[in-house]
């Protein structure tokens, strides 16, 4: 019995001493200690030992397996060591190399002039609202007084998806669902993004931004409409500025006009900034036409209103003198650092 345990403890701190890593310890561990390992079996031996010896016996078991637990400890600590070791030489770090800048992104000029423009509105108590991008004919057309087959239809190129809903050309669609609403006085303004069937060039996208407007009350005049869009021009271009409306044709306002800005490069002499005309156009706008309110279900002896559109993007290059829209959309970081 002695000589057996001699020999099963020897074979055990040899295997330990041996053995290549922290797994192997862990087998071993299994095979001499576990509830079938080798020492154990020869404690399970004990009932053929005779009482009088078995204390003796009992005892050696403990010390070997005492032993064999302390190589194991031993040999454990110093694999975690050198692997800990291993590890702290792979990962120096060298301090004295200079940090890593953090960039910091920043808004696009487009979300700029865009929250310049909606804080002018909310501040004349303006509420902002959204409407779909793809959207029913209905809306984009029929119920902005364009019939199919009017000629209005075709100066849009429009994407289509079927014969009813389409990428919506304008943002004056939102005027519609706004209107159905049902609930007024309104006085909104609602961005977004709209689409039409051009060619990319310096000033077209297939895909550029709308800032629409429409003020639905009783007793609405001309005179609010251009009382509000001279404020507005004032405050995003400078309190210098200067408009001027020229009659135009939409076919869901009625009068309709465009609005001209003093130049703010020339203040109204001529430059090449206006090319030489001393104003620049910036929205389209009008009168809600009686056939419009109708439609949607509001009559119009009873309100009156005014609408205006505009172009995003447009006053974007306006204010910071950029000369091709692509530029706005192109993610060119040398670009979009200089704002
Ligand atoms: N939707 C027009 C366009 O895309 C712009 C416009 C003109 C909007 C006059 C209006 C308006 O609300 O009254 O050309």
Same mark, same amino acid.
């Given at each position: 019995?002695?000589? $057996?345990?001699?020999?099963?403890?020897?074979? =055990?701190?040899?295997? %330990? #001493?041996?053995?290549?890593?922290?797994d192997k310890l862990n087998d071993i561990r299994v095979a001499f200690l576990g509830k079938k390992g080798e020492l154990t079996s020869v404690l399970k031996a004990m009932k053929?030992?005779?009482?009088?010896?078995?204390? $003796?016996v009992g005892q050696m078991v403990n010390e =070997?397996?005492?032993? %064999? #637990?302390?190589?194991?400890?031993?040999?454990?600590?110093?694999?975690?060591?050198?692997?800990?070791?291993?590890?702290?030489?792979?990962?120096v770090i060298d301090v004295t190399l200079p940090?890593?800048?953090?960039?910091?992104?920043?808004?696009?000029?487009?979300?700029?002039t865009l929250e310049e423009v909606e804080k002018i509105f909310i501040g004349m108590g303006y509420e902002?609202?959204?409407?779909?991008?793809?959207?029913?004919d209905y809306y984009n057309f029929e119920a902005l007084n364009i019939p199919a087959n009017h000629p209005a239809k075709d100066e849009q190129d429009t994407f289509y998806i079927n014969d009813k809903i389409l990428l919506r050309t304008q943002t004056s669609s939102v005027q519609v669902h706004e209107m159905e609403k049902g609930k007024l006085p309104i006085r909104m303004i609602s961005p977004g993004r709209v689409f039409r069937s051009d060619d990319v060039d310096a000033t077209h996208s297939p895909s550029f931004h709308q800032i629409e407007g429409l003020v639905i009350d009783k007793n609405v005049t001309f005179a609010d409409l251009k009382g509000?869009?001279?404020?507005?021009?004032?405050?995003?271009?400078?309190?210098e500025t200067r408009v001027k409306f020229r009659p135009h044709h939409f076919?869901?306002?009625?009068?309709?006009a465009e609005m001209d800005v003093t130049c703010f490069k020339c203040g109204g002499k001529g430059c090449r900034f206006c090319k030489g005309e001393g104003w620049i156009e910036i929205l389209g706008c009008g009168m809600v036409h009686p056939h419009v309110f109708e439609m949607s279900g509001i009559d119009p002896e009873e309100y009156k209103g005014f609408a205006f559109g505009v172009g995003l993007e447009r006053i974007a290059l306006l204010k910071y003198e950029i000369d091709d829209m692509r530029l706005?959309?192109?993610?060119?970081?040398?670009?979009?650092?200089?704002f």
């Amino acid at each position: 019995m002695k000589e $057996k345990l001699s020999q099963i403890m020897d074979s =055990a701190l040899e295997q %330990i #001493e041996k053995s290549g890593g922290l797994d192997k310890l862990n087998d071993i561990r299994v095979a001499f200690l576990g509830k079938k390992g080798e020492l154990t079996s020869v404690l399970k031996a004990m009932k053929d030992v005779a009482p009088e010896d078995r204390p $003796k016996v009992g005892q050696m078991v403990n010390e =070997a397996r005492a032993k %064999i #637990e302390a190589k194991l400890e031993e040999k454990k600590t110093a694999f975690e060591k050198a692997l800990r070791e291993e590890k702290m030489k792979a990962e120096v770090i060298d301090v004295t190399l200079p940090g890593r800048k953090m960039e910091m992104g920043h808004r696009h000029p487009n979300t700029i002039t865009l929250e310049e423009v909606e804080k002018i509105f909310i501040g004349m108590g303006y509420e902002v609202v959204e409407g779909p991008e793809v959207e029913y004919d209905y809306y984009n057309f029929e119920a902005l007084n364009i019939p199919a087959n009017h000629p209005a239809k075709d100066e849009q190129d429009t994407f289509y998806i079927n014969d009813k809903i389409l990428l919506r050309t304008q943002t004056s669609s939102v005027q519609v669902h706004e209107m159905e609403k049902g609930k007024l006085p309104i006085r909104m303004i609602s961005p977004g993004r709209v689409f039409r069937s051009d060619d990319v060039d310096a000033t077209h996208s297939p895909s550029f931004h709308q800032i629409e407007g429409l003020v639905i009350d009783k007793n609405v005049t001309f005179a609010d409409l251009k009382g509000t869009l001279e404020q507005f021009a004032k405050q995003l271009f400078g309190e210098e500025t200067r408009v001027k409306f020229r009659p135009h044709h939409f076919p869901f306002t009625e009068p309709s006009a465009e609005m001209d800005v003093t130049c703010f490069k020339c203040g109204g002499k001529g430059c090449r900034f206006c090319k030489g005309e001393g104003w620049i156009e910036i929205l389209g706008c009008g009168m809600v036409h009686p056939h419009v309110f109708e439609m949607s279900g509001i009559d119009p002896e009873e309100y009156k209103g005014f609408a205006f559109g505009v172009g995003l993007e447009r006053i974007a290059l306006l204010k910071y003198e950029i000369d091709d829209m692509r530029l706005l959309y192109e993610n060119d970081k040398r670009f979009l650092d200089q704002f």
